[in-house]
């Protein structure tokens, strides 16, 4: 049987996290292939907002063991939520949703889609936060209720792939900027 449970990251997770994050992003289409840099700079600089790792826990019946129950379990998936900055600034803090991860053999299980709800519940409940915005695939970001903002803007990306989503009030207008932490190549 296998079961999922969704917890905070813990100290000893990162090289289980970077090695989901590397999987998740081989063969992913636009991806920089620097997405663990990015996990881990944010890690450094504290700006882990929000950090959760799916467990993936297999449990089976070992026939030699006197029907022994073993356990194994692993991570797999991650999703990391970071502040980002809003040119003008509005009232209320605005995230970055990503990078997010699931390992290959994992996907399709949901596992991204429950990594999805927990951290914005997560995120929603931290005080002066009243939106997040993420870099993705609409076909599949819009079903959390992320839409593209004409008016919230993502330099140097195709608009239809920079979304938001307000938690109380209106999306600002203005000019998003992510940590530097985005630019870690190694
Ligand atoms: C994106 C990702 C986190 C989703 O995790 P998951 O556990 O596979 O997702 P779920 O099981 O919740 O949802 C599966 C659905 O998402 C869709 N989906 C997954 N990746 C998608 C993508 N890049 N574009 C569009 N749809 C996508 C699947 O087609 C499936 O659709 P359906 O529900 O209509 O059948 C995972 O596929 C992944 O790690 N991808 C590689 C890394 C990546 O691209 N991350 C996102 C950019 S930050």
Redesign the pocket.
């Known amino acids: 049987m296998t079961t999922i449970h969704l917890r905070p990251e813990l100290p000893g997770d990162a090289p289980a996290i970077e090695a989901v994050t590397v999987a998740?992003?081989e063969h992913?289409?636009h991806?920089s292939h620097t997405?663990q840099f990015i996990v881990r700079a944010l890690r450094e600089r504290g700006q882990l907002a929000v950090s959760l790792v799916a467990m993936e826990r297999r449990t089976e019946v070992d026939g030699d063991l006197d029907g022994e129950v073993q356990g194994i379990e692993q991570i797999a998936?991650h999703v990391a939520i970071s502040p980002v900055t809003v040119d003008p600034a509005p009232a209320g803090g605005w995230y970055g949703l990503?990078?997010?991860?699931?390992l290959?053999s994992?996907?399709?299980?949901?596992?991204?889609?429950?990594?999805?709800r927990q951290a914005l519940a997560q995120l929603r409940a931290l005080p002066g936060t009243v939106g997040c915005v993420?870099?993705?695939?609409p076909?599949?970001y819009t079903r959390f209720g992320f839409r593209a903002e004409p008016a919230l803007v993502l330099p140097g990306v195709p608009p239809e792939y920079f979304m938001a989503l307000a938690f109380t009030g209106p999306v600002p207008a203005g000019t998003v900027q992510y940590s530097d932490a985005f630019e870690a190549k190694a």
């Open positions: 998740a992003f992913a289409q991806s997405e998936g990503g990078p997010i991860s699931v290959p994992c996907q399709g299980k949901s596992i991204g889609a429950q990594l999805m993420l870099l993705g695939e076909a599949y």
